[in-house]
Nanobody, 125 residues
Framework: QLQLVESGGGLVQPGGSLRLSCLTS????????MGWFRQAPGKEREGVSC????????WYDDSVKGRFTISRDNAKETVYLEMNNLRPEDTAVYYC??????????????????WGQGTQVTVSS
């Protein structure tokens, strides 16, 4: 059974850093496009970053460009989201998502078939 489990969230001060991990099981990560999304209270889930199954293709929302870095370690079946210079507006539940039908990852939620349970990120002083 395919599972995605996020970890690494927490409380951090503005300007701080966190690294989120998405450990996958039940799939061969090499063949999956992966996305990170977030949802703040009262807001819709939005795309943060994604990484394709083809090499060297990533996407970032403008709000996180230059601060967040997505990466994947197919051997460890894990996708990461390194988040630096965090801001209060980054506060949200962060979700990873997987889709085996995409060559190029999508910044939108609808193509993704599989989702993790989410991890809370709170940026506050």
């Amino acid at each position: 059974q395919l599972q995605l489990v996020e970890s690494g969230g927490g409380l951090v001060q503005p300007g701080g850093s966190l690294r989120l991990s998405c450990l996958t099981s039940g799939l061969t990560l090499d063949y999956y496009a992966m996305g990170w999304f977030r949802q703040a209270p009262g807001k819709e889930r939005e795309g943060v970053s994604c990484i394709s199954s083809i090499p060297n293709h990533t996407w970032y929302d403008d709000s996180v460009k230059g601060r967040f870095t997505i990466s994947r370690d197919n051997a460890k079946e894990t996708v990461y989201l390194e988040m630096n210079n965090l801001r209060p507006e980054d506060t949200a539940v962060y979700y990873c998502a997987a889709d085996g039908s995409l060559n190029h990852c999508s910044p939108y939620t609808f193509p993704y078939d599989h989702w993790g349970q989410g991890t809370q990120v709170t940026v506050s002083s």
